[in-house]
């Protein structure tokens, strides 16, 4: 078993339908689980971001015991069927908020459980029995990219810990193009979401942090593909659980009607575990 720090990741989750309709992005999560214990020994513990937990304050939710939330409406009924029964990790959130506080960033630990769908949707994929402690950390979606990736910096020692960090979003967000639009589930990807992607892929390579903090103002249709930014922040925190040293590497890129990105990204030194696509 290897005992390398688990490399953090982002996923892009899409839709809740994802959990009915894998396509591409769940078949990869599907295997993303196995591949994880197979290259950095099975985590002790999964410590999620996700797009649709989000707090004034950064805020660990360390109940003993949870459940998947269904947090959407207008969907296949079949999704209210679906369950991530999963225990919690009190202790983690203390550790976590005790490192936290040590670099500076004030956060609140309470006693409430709950998995929003950006957890528990890619999770019964990766891991089906539910049987490994699940942490959600809500975010502050008002922080910047730098205070996103600050938040993870001060957590980035639990991955050589056993601790799976796992930002959760996705890589491309306009969904009012889905919903007004009503493209095909497999459209052919509009140019503006093409340019998006390939640019986060290219400044990702070239380590630019700058540019990659600033993506609102320097990359190509940013207001297009995120009207709002809170599914695009997880990758921030996941960013800087790892540091600035190794390039982010795109693990799995793949689409959904024309605009919502699916991509995956690893990051940190051990993120080379996997093949950059």
């Given at each position: 078993?290897?005992?390398?720090?688990?490399?953090?990741?982002?996923?892009?989750?899409?839709?809740?339908?994802?959990?009915?309709?894998?396509?591409?992005?769940?078949?990869?999560?599907?295997?993303?689980?196995?591949?994880?214990?197979?290259?950095?020994?099975?985590?002790?513990?999964?410590?999620?971001?996700?797009?649709?937990?989000?707090?004034?304050?950064?805020?660990?939710?360390?109940?003993?015991?949870?459940?998947?939330?269904?947090?959407?409406?207008?969907?296949?009924?079949?999704?209210?069927?679906?369950?991530?029964?999963?225990?919690?990790?009190?202790?983690?959130?203390?550790?976590?908020?005790?490192?936290?506080?040590?670099?500076?960033?004030?956060?609140?630990?309470?006693?409430?459980?709950?998995?929003?769908?950006?957890?528990?949707?890619?999770?019964?994929?990766?891991?089906?029995?539910?049987?490994?402690?699940?942490?959600?950390?809500?975010?502050?979606?008002?922080?910047?990219?730098?205070?996103?990736?600050?938040?993870?910096?001060?957590?980035?020692?639990?991955?050589?810990?056993?601790?799976?960090?796992?930002?959760?979003?996705?890589?491309?967000?306009n969904l009012r193009r889905v919903f007004m639009g009503q493209p095909a589930i497999d459209a052919d990807e509009i140019a503006p979401s093409a340019e998006f992607r390939n640019w986060m892929l290219e400044r990702s390579a070239a380590r630019d942090w700058d540019a990659l903090f600033d993506y609102r103002r320097q990359a190509p249709h940013a207001l297009d593909m995120h009207p709002t930014d809170e599914h695009l922040l997880p990758w921030y925190v996941a960013a800087?659980?790892?540091?600035?040293?190794?390039?982010?590497?795109?693990?799995?890129?793949?689409?959904?009607?024309?605009?919502?990105?699916?991509?995956?990204?690893?990051?940190?030194?051990?993120?080379?575990?996997?093949?950059?696509?």
């Amino acid at each position: 078993m290897n005992t390398t720090a688990h490399a953090p990741l982002f996923l892009s989750h899409g839709s809740p339908m994802t959990a009915l309709e894998p396509r591409e992005a769940g078949a990869f999560m599907q295997q993303l689980g196995r591949s994880i214990d197979e290259r950095f020994g099975r985590p002790r513990a999964l410590l999620m971001i996700s797009a649709h937990t989000s707090a004034r304050m950064p805020v660990l939710l360390g109940g003993a015991r949870h459940q998947a939330i269904y947090d959407f409406g207008g969907f296949d009924p079949k999704l209210q069927t679906l369950r991530y029964d999963a225990p919690g990790a009190p202790a983690l959130a203390d550790q976590a908020q005790a490192l936290l506080q040590q670099g500076g960033i004030e956060v609140a630990r309470v006693d409430q459980a709950g998995l929003d769908h950006g957890i528990w949707v890619p999770l019964r994929y990766m891991y089906p029995e539910a049987d490994i402690p699940v942490l959600p950390l809500a975010f502050v979606p008002t922080q910047s990219p730098a205070q996103q990736f600050a938040l993870g910096e001060a957590l980035g020692q639990l991955a050589a810990d056993g601790v799976q960090i796992i930002g959760s979003g996705s890589i491309t967000h306009n969904l009012r193009r889905v919903f007004m639009g009503q493209p095909a589930i497999d459209a052919d990807e509009i140019a503006p979401s093409a340019e998006f992607r390939n640019w986060m892929l290219e400044r990702s390579a070239a380590r630019d942090w700058d540019a990659l903090f600033d993506y609102r103002r320097q990359a190509p249709h940013a207001l297009d593909m995120h009207p709002t930014d809170e599914h695009l922040l997880p990758w921030y925190v996941a960013a800087g659980a790892a540091g600035r040293d190794a390039a982010p590497r795109r693990i799995h890129a793949s689409l959904t009607f024309g605009c919502l990105g699916m991509d995956a990204y690893a990051f940190g030194p051990s993120a080379t575990a996997w093949e950059a696509v």
